[in-house]
């Protein structure tokens, strides 16, 4: 397995290919759709995703006695529906690591190889064990504006294990995929 720690760094991230194991650890941040179309109509940008990671994760998270935050579940969200945003957003941040679960469109994996990002495929059903990962609540913004599951949160994550499903070099497991199924149909004759 091969360790990402913050800030991930384009050479890095470009050494990576499909299908590598990985873990990420350090400073991610947490964004979905309400997000992504904030950034779309213009909206500026809480933080600086330069060299950074954007999860889509609605985690459920409880606030402490002691005013902090306690982690519940944070589990990947599907990512097809961020699709419409995420190559003006790889553009436009530097970011280099997005992280979901389900896959992302031609677009994405394009954006990908341009600019030195990879999107890596979290576990999905497995929430609890994800907020495992986060160590600390680092903070949150537009917390009342989106609401907790939409919320641009900071987490710090310590070996959250994921897959390079597409990488920059214009590989993406997903078409590995469709592509050996078509193939084993057409065998059978289907």
């Not at 609540?137 to 907790?148: Q, T």
């Amino acid at each position: 397995m091969k360790r990402l720690v913050h800030p991930f760094r384009e050479t890095d991230v470009r050494a990576l290919a499909a299908g590598d194991a990985v873990s990420v650890s350090g400073l991610v941040y947490t964004g979905r759709d309400r997000f992504h179309k904030h950034f779309a109509d213009g909206g500026e940008l809480p933080v600086d995703f330069r060299d950074g990671a954007l999860y889509h994760c609605g985690p459920v998270v409880v606030k402490t006695a002691e005013g902090g935050w306690r982690m519940v579940a944070a589990g990947p969200t599907t990512s097809v529906r961020e699709n419409p945003y995420e190559p003006a957003f790889i553009e436009k941040t530097g970011v280099r690591l997005i992280i979901g679960k389900g896959g992302m469109d031609a677009g994405v994996l394009d954006a990908c190889r341009r600019f030195g990002c990879v999107y890596l495929q979290a576990v999905g059903g497995a929430a609890a064990l994800a907020a495992k990962c986060v160590k600390r609540v680092a903070g949150v913004r537009f917390l009342e504006e989106f609401g907790a599951a939409e919320a641009c949160w900071a987490f710090e994550m310590e070996d959250f294990p994921c897959v390079v499903a597409m990488d920059a070099h214009g590989k993406s497991l997903f078409d590995a995929v469709r592509e050996a199924s078509s193939a084993a149909l057409r065998r059978l004759g289907v």
